[in-house]
């Protein structure tokens, strides 16, 4: 037969200065309530530690207490015959997905602006492939192996269906969209996979274009527009998506030109906020008259049909090859590092070139700030010691 539950008589005595303090009954010679005390009852309910009050009667009180017990032991006996619920069926991999996009749909930034388009599609679209290598049904499946297989075949390619292999750079960011879509489903990829086994970016010096290589690419451009859009590119680096949408109204071309690159309709910066770059004269100058022939475009390199070009890196190695360079060297973002390293080594401040570039962090900029190679090596040893062996002859 099962106990009664516990149930306590205590009386609660109150002081001069309203201090209050509890002492059990004792079972003779029962304390008697002052013009301050009351008796009450001590018991636990639901897990919780319950008081009640009942009155300054003793024999009220004690009765109180066992209907108390009776009351509580209903109460238990009807928790016991209630079926326990059984749990939930854990949530399969593509219900999480759904929800995961869904809350990146009305994440709110620290600004008050949604995520980017862009960066929910890229949400789906990287979830959605890892999911379909992996190819597990709950999160709890998902293995140190499945993670490093996926890897695998980003860095491998798909051939059959057209998908070229990526770089340790997007593999490390495709990553990280994974582990917040893991650690979302409650699956801790730090877990799984040790730190010496995740992807983490090597930051490589920078490459810049030599005066000769680029002055050999250019001089076999003959389309006005590519010539135009590549010399554009290295004189205020630019991202090869922001001179493709780049459109006639962010520039002034009055006697202080510049160029705005800024988030517009259909297209947004990498960092989602606005700069102001000064054009080089000469750059001002031939934007000026390509305008002049083009005054109906909205785009300043657009395609014949006006639309957003997509294709200047190919433009550009076929460029290479014809200038009979090696095309595995010339690549769009090298233009920007370019403009970079030049604007550092003939004298611009790093702060200006900081704001040129769009880094939040000048530490991103420093990373121009390489020691010089080649001819360029070669002449500053000239400059420093070039006079330094006559003046010892001398002396």
Known sequence: MKSLPSVSLYIRITDEKGRRCYERIRRRNPQVCGPRDAYCLHFYAQGKRKWLSVGTDLNAASAARGQKEQELLVLSKDEATQPKPSPAAPKTLEELRTAFIHDKRTTI????????????????????????????????????????????????????????????????????????????????????????????????????????????????????????????????????????????????????????????????????????????????EKLAAWQAKNPAARLVFPTAKGDVEGHFLRTMKEYAKKSRQDEANFWLHKCRDTFATWSLRRGVDIRTVQHWLGHADISMTQRYLAPEQGEHAQNQINRAFGDTQAGIATA
């Open 109 to 284: 930034k620290k600004d008050g602006t949604p995520l980017h388009p862009n960066t929910i599609r890229s949400f789906e679209v990287v979830t959605r492939g890892f999911l379909d290598t992996i190819k597990r049904t709950l999160p709890s499946e998902v293995t140190k192996q499945d993670l490093k297989d996926w890897m695998m075949k980003l860095r491998q390619g798909d051939p059959a269906r057209k998908r070229k292999a990526v770089s340790h750079r997007t593999v490390c960011n495709l990553y990280d969209s994974v582990a917040a879509f893991l650690m979302f489903s409650g699956v801790d990829h730090k877990k799984l996979l040790p730190q010496c086994e995740r992807p983490t970016p090597v930051e490589e010096t920078p490459q810049a274009y030599t005066m000769q290589e680029w002055s050999k690419f250019m001089f076999v451009i003959t389309s006005v527009r590519d010539a135009l859009a590549f010399e554009f590119l290295l004189k205020t680096g630019a991202r090869e998506r922001e001179m493709t949408y780049l459109e006639w109204t962010d520039l002034d071309l009055s006697t202080n030109p510049t160029v705005k690159f800024q988030t517009k309709q259909g297209f947004r910066t990498k960092t989602g906020k606005s700069r102001v770059v000064p054009l080089e004269r000469g750059l001002a």
